[in-house]
């Protein structure tokens, strides 16, 4: 509501972690068109969607820190400030509101809708180095629900057991209001999970160390891969940090040649293998610039992987005069067949459904057991597609 008018649009809706002071504002979805910002001064309640809103209030909110680490004295000075407070809970006797700051969050109750009380929670460490809690949240729930005459013994259970968190204060408040109200709240706080599949080539390539005099070298392994995965959003709304959760499937083919002139008679190395592997993949995605139909990203998770290796063989020939002495020896490498990585991913989505990502993953472990010739570090750069099976 503006100056006692209410408008309709589109509010950008941000993963407000404070309650907001001001917001963008524009009249249509059209991104070429400009924005303007409302704050304190002109709105008294906005909403968007179905999801978020808040309401205008001048109030007292307390300034005292809240943790064990806090040896100050909170203050009985609360300021006075007009502010945007959270609507968690709408009933018939009270209303449940939420106000965060640098300094904590903050549970509000209004009986009337026109002023609102903070409700008073303290946790400090005193100077003989006791920790104190004050919990007069319960005591002031308590008087407000003597008031209205709402008396149970599940209530009183509730506020005996309630801690100053949203989901334990809205019960308490549902149980004073008598009856749950169908509110919006409830969507909100659902999360979604999504599926997704992507196809991708992955860049495959072994480093070494500790070659014991060898010059080694290998060629890099190009292989396209499959993978399939989930992407776990807690708030609809914004959907700025997920989680994913990725399994992949993939193979790479390797060559490896190296040689040795310091000797008595040069040598030569041939070594190969094929590697299976299959990984699962935790990821937190953060959307760095986050809008509707465009999306860009970053990430980092672990690569688990378990891989079955193929055609291992390593061939060394000794150039002797004449005739070179050659050795064959099958899975003359030990190699690992569980090992892990750091992966490290950035991208774009289009209308929440296609995306192309670029991801490099460093293999934080050597694939071969074996000590005394080389370590080999496997390391790969991915470039792919994915498809969301995403509602619109």
Avoid at 60 to 79: C, I, M, Y
Avoid at 176 to 182: A, F, H, L, V
Avoid at 208 to 234: A, C, E, I, Q, R
Avoid at 295 to 320: C, E, H, M, V
């Amino acid at each position: 509501m503006i100056d006692q008018d209410t408008l309709r649009g589109y509010i950008n809706r941000k993963e407000w972690i404070r309650n907001p002071r001001e917001f963008e504002f524009q009249k249509t979805k059209e991104g070429n068109i400009s924005t303007s910002n409302y704050s304190l001064k002109r709105v008294s309640y906005f909403q968007v969607d179905s999801q978020v809103r808040y309401q205008r209030f001048v109030t007292l909110v307390s300034k005292d820190e809240v943790g064990l680490n806090n040896n100050t004295v909170p203050s009985a000075r609360p300021t006075i400030d007009t502010i945007f407070l959270e609507i968690l809970q709408k009933g018939k006797f009270v209303n449940l509101y939420r106000y965060r700051d640098e300094i904590k969050p903050r549970y509000l109750i209004s009986e009337d809708e026109v002023s609102a009380q903070e409700l008073i929670y303290q946790l400090y460490s005193n100077k003989g180095g006791q920790y104190v809690q004050n919990d007069a949240y319960k005591t002031q729930l308590s008087l407000l629900a003597a008031k209205v005459g709402a008396t149970s013994n599940k209530l009183s259970w509730l506020l005996k057991k309630s801690t100053y968190t949203e989901s334990s204060l809205i019960e308490v408040v549902i149980a004073i209001n008598g009856q749950p109200q169908k509110d919006f709240k409830s969507d909100r706080t659902r999360g979604m999970m999504t599926l997704h599949i992507g196809v991708g080539l992955s860049i495959n390539s072994l480093t070494y160390k500790d070659t014991g005099g060898f010059n080694v070298s290998s060629s890099p392994s190009n292989t396209p891969y499959l993978h399939v995965g989930l992407d776990y959003v807690n708030k609809l709304d914004v959907a700025r940090l997920l989680l994913r959760l990725d399994l992949e499937i993939g193979s790479a083919n390797f060559h490896t040649s190296a040689a040795r002139y310091n000797q008595s008679y040069p040598q030569t190395i041939d070594y190969t293998f094929r590697q299976n592997n299959l990984s699962f993949i935790p990821q937190i995605i953060y959307n760095i610039y986050n809008k509707k139909n465009i999306k860009f990203y970053a990430g980092t998770g672990l690569r688990l992987n378990l891989s079955s290796y193929s055609d291992n063989l390593y061939t060394i020939a000794t150039l002797y005069p004449g005739a070179p002495y050659v050795v064959q020896t099958p899975d003359f490498f030990k190699l690992n067949h569980i090992w892990f990585a750091l992966q490290l991913q950035t991208g774009m989505v289009l209308n929440k459904r296609y995306e192309l990502n670029f991801s490099y993953s460093a293999g934080l472990q050597t694939l071969n057991q074996n000590t005394g010739l080389w370590g080999e570090t496997l390391n790969s750069l991915r470039l792919g597609v994915i498809y969301h099976f995403n509602r619109k």
